[in-house]
Structure formats: structure tokens, C-alpha cells
Nanobody, 125 residues
Framework: VQLVESGGGLVQAGGSLRLSCAAS????????VAWFRQAPGREREFVAV????????YYADSVQGRFTISRDNNKNMAYLQMNSLEPDDTAVYYC???????????????????WGQGTQVTVSS
């Protein structure tokens, strides 16, 4: 499975960005898709996850109410709409995927088999 992120960039605090994740190499609807991020000097952290048909989504507390994860299985695409961005949201954002979803482990990066190369998001104050 290949995952390619796009949509990162530089934005002022309070602004919005929409990240995209294009998938290929496997039936997209077989995959649970998540977004993680990693800021300089910090560990990679969970942001959001969406189940196979999009009926369930889960978010990190730090982004709940500001970010929205979605997917379009017909287009093999997943998205992360980020609103009300804050300087602390600055990080490299990664799209990740797995065929297996464990409700108790979805925040753990080790549960995901496939990763994109990342896209930089920088929020200026």
C-alpha cells in the first residue's frame, strides 16, 4: 500500500488547512486510516482515525472540535480538515493505515502497517 499526503503549508493561527491522503495498492475500503503528527523533538502522536466505511471517528483531545477526518472510498482518498489552527499544531503530519482495527489500540502508531512520507504544517502566531 502506498500513501501520499498533500496539502500542508504555512498558515497563520486561527486559519485552516485541508490535508489529503491518496492511497493505492490495496482496496481502500479494507483499510482503517489515521492521521498522526510529529513535532521537532517530540514523539509521534495520534491525531484522528476513521473506520473502513467512515461510520466511526476518534480524535485526540487536543484536536477534538477543531479537526475533522473523512474519507471517500470511491476516490481512494482520506482527508483531515483542520480549523482554528494553533502554533502547537505545527508538525509533520502523516497518513497511516491498517487492515485491522483494535478499539483499545488505535492511538498507537505500532498498530499501523502503512505510512506516508508526511507533509509539513506550520502555524505562525
Amino acid at each position: 500500500v502506498q500513501l501520499v499526503e498533500s496539502g500542508g503549508g504555512l498558515v497563520q493561527a486561527g486559519g485552516s488547512l485541508r490535508l489529503s491522503c491518496a492511497a493505492s495498492g490495496r482496496t481502500f475500503s479494507d483499510l482503517v486510516v489515521a492521521w498522526f503528527r510529529q513535532a521537532p523533538g517530540r514523539e509521534r502522536e495520534f491525531v484522528a482515525v476513521i473506520t473502513w466505511n467512515g461510520d466511526k471517528t476518534y480524535y485526540a483531545d487536543s484536536v477534538q472540535g477543531r479537526f475533522t477526518i473523512s474519507r471517500d472510498n470511491n476516490k481512494n482518498m482520506a482527508y483531515l480538515q483542520m480549523n482554528s489552527l494553533e502554533p502547537d499544531d505545527t508538525a509533520v503530519y502523516y497518513c497511516a493505515a491498517t487492515g485491522v482495527f483494535a478499539l483499545v489500540k488505535y492511538r498507537e502508531s505500532s498498530e499501523y502497517n502503512y505510512w506516508g512520507q508526511g507533509t509539513q504544517v506550520t502555524v505562525s502566531s
